[in-house]
């Protein structure tokens, strides 16, 4: 028993505490519940980055690992101390946290720019040609183009890693179109020009940096501390979440990388490591049905792998209804029921708590301050509790952003800073390419070479006489001479009617 980590208190109730008499009304997060994932939502203002910083610390300190974006550039504050101040020795009073003292977390950051932290990459084979059609906005004949150069690659044994890779790619299909098209499909020049052009405007927002080597490793994502600590492995997003198409799909290529490469561990005590995918609408926006049921699957049977997935969004149905069924852990900040929009997502927030008999729910969500929220989380036996109208624990780090000399300080201390701020190139489909139509131009030479070896040695009279009959770059020899002189006696009968023949079989008037 003693290795069962203690719970990760989220904060106090204050309309019925009776309710939970055990924890003196006290809600915790249960660790080995936390692998059923989760849902924090509510409207711009209310709390909830406060909240996913406060889950964040608590999960590092039992030792869980955490990937999360910043949005908005103060979830980095969690790798500061914060300061102590009267509110916050009032609010720690009221919940009645124990042990509480300012600190900041084991912190990574991480960018897919590399400007605010490593850089992250990924090889064009491993996003695959699904993921990489939604980052380029194809449409479905595109999308099958680019299964078909995908496929090519493969039986061609060409690497694809970066963009460069896949242009060449792409080239070599254009040149060698028709064969391709009989072997894997159709294949039209304007579809590949599209796809171009895409890879262009992906280049232009910055894209083509994520796309190399050294690729992600998912264990640098999954590290703890000498002390036993979980590191927060922070995202910077505020530049990235304005091209909301490749923000999704990393984070989904990431989930799924997951999934595929981890291990069926069962039920854990806690969770391997805590997935949080903040502006969770963008994932499931203009999104096709088969990607979204491609989502529900990954994260209905990931949390077998022990990876627990915390969606954070305005409004509750921004998540669809198949996968909101499997999100236990709910923390939901106010909701201001001005439109009808936001009446429908105050009804589906209040439809999906378990009712508690003391609190009118729909009315809460509208009135919840600022730190407030109505939380329902899993207990004994997978059991969600009703309902609870909560106050939420205040984090133990900077609420706010850090410094640029603060930022650049923790990346330096960083355990996987030499493994990734340095690219490497190494030997891929555009090289091989390039060295294939090299070779191809040094054998088409040779002949020609070989030839002006063998004039050379044969010498004075048999070049002059070759001179003579075949001619020199400068003069005309007796063969061209003739030749000439016979097109000219029939161009103006026979020549003339085969010009016309040819226009008139264009334009349907031939002879």
Known sequence: MANIPPPILVGKAVT?????????????????????????????GTGKTVTLMTLAEGFSRIGVPVFMADVKGDVAGLAMPGTLNDKLKARIEEIGIAGYV???????FWD????????????????GPTLLSRM???????????????????????????????????????????????DYGLVSTPSIG??????????????DMFFGEPALELADLMRTTTDGRGVINILAADSLVLKPRLYSS????????????????????????????DEAHLLFEDAPKALQQRVEQVVRIIRSKG????????????????????????????????TPRDQKAVRTAAETFVPNPGLDVADAIARLGTGEALVSTLQAKGVPMPVEQTLIAAPRCRMGAITDAERAAVRAGSPVGAKYDTTVDRESAEEMLARKVEVAAGQADAPRAKGAESDADEGGLGQAVRNAVFGTKRRQGMVETMAKQTARTIGSQIGRQVLRGLLGGIFGKGR
Request: with cysteine.
């Open 16 to 44: 019925t505490p009776e309710a939970l008499p055990d924890t003196g009304g006290q809600v915790f997060l249960q660790p080995n519940l936390a692998n059923r994932h989760g849902l924090v939502a509510g409207a711009t």
């Open 102 to 108: 300012n600190e900041g977390s084991p912190v990574v």
């Open 112 to 127: 897919l720019f590399g400007k605010l932290g490593h850089p992250v990459r990924a090889t064009v084979s491993e996003i």
């Open 136 to 182: 380029l906005e194809l449409n479905d004949t595109q999308s099958g183009v680019l299964d078909i150069v995908f496929r090519l690659a493969d039986d061609r044994g060409l690497l694809l890693l970066d963009l460069d890779d896949l242009r060449a790619l792409l080239n070599l299909v254009a040149e060698e179109r028709k064969s391709v098209s009989t």
């Open 194 to 207: 599209a796809i171009q052009r895409a890879l262009l405007r992906l280049e232009s927002d910055g894209g």
């Open 250 to 277: 990393f984070l989904l290529w990431l989930l799924s990388e997951l999934f595929e490469q981890l291990p069926e561990v069962g039920d854990l005590d806690k969770p391997k490591l805590v997935f949080v995918f």
């Open 307 to 338: 990876v627990g997935v915390y969606f954070c969004s305005q409004f509750p149905d921004d998540v669809p209804d198949e996968m909101l069924g499997q999100l236990g852990n709910r923390v939901q900040h106010a909701l201001r029921a001005f």
